[in-house]
Nanobody, 114 residues
Framework: QVWLEESGGGLVQAGGSLRLSCRASISISRINTINWYRQAPGNERELVATITANDNTNYADTVKGRFTISRDNANKRVYLQMNSLKPEDTAVYYC????????WGPGTQVTVSS
């Protein structure tokens, strides 16, 4: 059974940085696409960043140039490095794997204070 677990969220001041980690129960080299989504209160879940098995990446316009997604196959992890954080980045961040019909982690809270 595939599961995902996020970590690394927390409270940070505007302009600060956080690195989120998504740990998988299986080798992530078996997963073609892994995404980071986020959902703020009252908003729909939105796609933030995507990475494929051959390290192609894609970002939402709102985070382009500030966030970087990467994968560490040896440690079964995908990271989201978030720099120059803004209050509007406040949300629960979720890891999603395109395998077995789609697998979600439970999420990690990121709060950016102004």
């Amino acid at each position: 059974q595939v599961w995902l677990e996020e970590s690394g969220g927390g409270l940070v001041q505007a302009g600060g940085s956080l690195r989120l980690s998504c740990r998988a129960s299986i080798s992530i080299s078996r997963i073609n696409t892994i995404n980071w989504y986020r959902q703020a209160p009252g908003n729909e879940r939105e796609l933030v960043a995507t990475i494929t098995a051959n390290d192609n990446t894609n970002y939402a316009d709102t985070v382009k140039g500030r966030f970087t997604i990467s994968r560490d196959n040896a440690n079964k992890r995908v990271y989201l490095q978030m720099n120059s954080l803004k209050p509007e980045d406040t949300a629960v961040y979720y890891c999603h794997a395109k395998i077995d019909g789609g697998v979600w982690g439970p999420g990690t809270q990121v709060t950016v204070s102004s």
